[in-house]
């Protein structure tokens, strides 16, 4: 089963994160988020509603959500209208009647404004959540950005199913996370209606507006892959992005069928620098789609996003299978030995020097050698210890275990244990917690 930190059953703002401690909130467990958004891209200006539906996990007379800058209108609770107060990021609603351990309510919070991206300490190269760029609308909310369009319980250890109704002027196109379900016109206004029926962390979530065309193509088995493509693009992005049904194929015969309803990428029209695997929907800039970048973003569906971290300390348990998983498949892609590949890593990070991946501080979050590569070397050294039968028994026998809900290093050191042994356990834990990193067990030396 996924593990997850025991659930708080008093209120509180935060679930206790190790690098976030005001991430999530104590006292419910969220089961659906409704957002409707009308969105006026010219004014970057937002007029909406987010409505929770939520189980209490204890006796609340207040509860938290997480939201940052906006102005709230009202707040109602099962339909009845609660005092709210904020501070900073923390929203605490105040109830007219209190809630009882078990029962299910709604919150509904109206609000509007212009949404502002927030500093992260994860992320120093780029506030996170709500941005307009070039006339384009986007959101990149990883870890702590979703607070910044709509209220939230902002953790992964509570996912939700979500429904997205999105108005904006007919003139732009209107793109989000999940299955495009309907799309009406009037006056003028085009609104479009998104459904995420699997569980989804909230950072996970996206929006974009633009002037965009969607492409459709599929996999093999059938799987919908629509694409987001500023309007006259070359058409080489289109070759380009048909390298994504192979690495979801390649995929699903490591780790098991692709865990969405839907996949597919959008291309900003500008440089954005990075890539992002929201869930169904990677972002990626025009110069961020050659076939690792896909890949990785792709990987990320399965490990990430269908299981993911119960804490952010975890996170090589994210991008160090990305990368991994990443480079399987651009090896496999290019016809290359991934030994030589895993040397090659290898023997840059003995020059760079990389911190151990078990061991990082919240600024160390996304630390390419820390915990892509040092990470993907930790992998690639167990599977030169287990050989290659036992190694993907193990990371799909993971992946089984965490898929719709979290995981953490414990849990996936349990079934190294299992499926190997104790001396593959040390070595995987050498590789995640030793200040020097360890030999390589095979390939190439220097
Ligand atoms: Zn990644």
Redesign the pocket.
């Known amino acids: 089963m996924p593990t997850a930190p025991p659930e708080p059953v008093e209120p509180s703002a935060g679930v206790g994160d190790s690098f976030y401690p005001l991430m999530g909130n104590g006292g419910y467990d969220v089961l659906h988020y409704d957002i409707d958004l009308d969105i006026t891209p010219s004014a970057n200006a937002l007029d909406a509603v987010t409505t929770l539906t939520a189980v209490a996990t204890g006796d609340l007379d207040t509860f938290n959500l997480d939201f940052h800058g906006l102005e709230v209108e009202t707040v109602a609770v099962d339909g009845v209208e609660a005092e709210f107060s904020r501070d900073g990021s923390e929203m605490t609603v105040h109830l007219a009647a209190a809630i009882s351990s078990g029962a299910q309510f709604t919150v509904a919070v109206a609000y509007s404004g212009i949404p502002q991206p927030v500093a992260d300490p994860g992320v120093p190269f780029f506030p996170v959540g709500w941005h307009r760029t070039d006339g384009m609308v986007y959101t990149v909310s990883q870890p702590s950005g979703a607070m910044t369009w709509y209220p939230n319980n902002n953790h992964p250890t509570d996912k939700a199913t979500f429904t997205f109704q999105i108005t904006v002027p007919d003139s732009v196109t209107a793109a989000a996370t999940g299955l495009l379900a309907d799309e009406t016109s009037a006056d003028g206004q085009t609104t479009t209606t998104w459904h995420m029926d699997d569980p989804m962390a909230t950072y996970l979530a996206a929006v974009y507006v633009g002037d965009f065309e969607r492409h459709e193509q599929q996999t093999d088995s059938g799987l919908l892959i629509r694409d987001y493509i500023p309007r006259d693009s070359d058409p080489s992005i289109l070759r380009d992005l048909a390298v994504a049904p192979n690495a979801i194929a390649f995929f699903e015969e490591i780790l098991g069928p692709y865990p969405f309803d839907v996949y597919g990428t959008i291309v900003t029209p500008f440089p954005l620098g990075f ?3 929201n869930q169904t929907l990677s972002i990626h800039d025009r110069y961020g789609i050659d076939p690792y970048i896909i890949a ?2 792709a990987a ?1 569906q399965w490990m ?1 996003n269908s299981a993911t971290v119960d804490d952010w300390s975890q996170i090589w348990l ?2 160090g299978f ?2 991994y998983l990443g480079l399987l498949f651009v090896a496999d892609f290019h016809g290359q030995n991934i030994e030589s590949v895993m040397s090659g890593e290898y023997r840059d990070l003995v020059v760079t020097g990389a911190s151990p991946p078990g061991g990082i501080t919240v600024q160390q979050l996304f630390d390419p050698n820390a915990v ?1 590569r040092r990470g993907a070397l930790t992998l690639h050294a167990l599977r030169t210890h287990t050989g290659d039968d036992v190694f993907f028994d193990i990371l799909r026998t993971h992946y089984d275990q965490a898929a719709g809900g979290t995981t953490n290093t414990e849990l996936f050191l349990g079934i190294v244990y299992d499926l190997a042994d104790a001396e593959a356990v040390s070595l995987v834990e050498s590789w995640l917690y030793d200040p020097e990193m360890p030999g390589i067990v095979s390939g190439p030396t220097l």
Do not use: N, P, Q, R
Request: aromatic letters at 8%.
């Open positions: 890539a992002l695997e990785h973003e990320h990430g994210h991008e990305a990368h892509y």
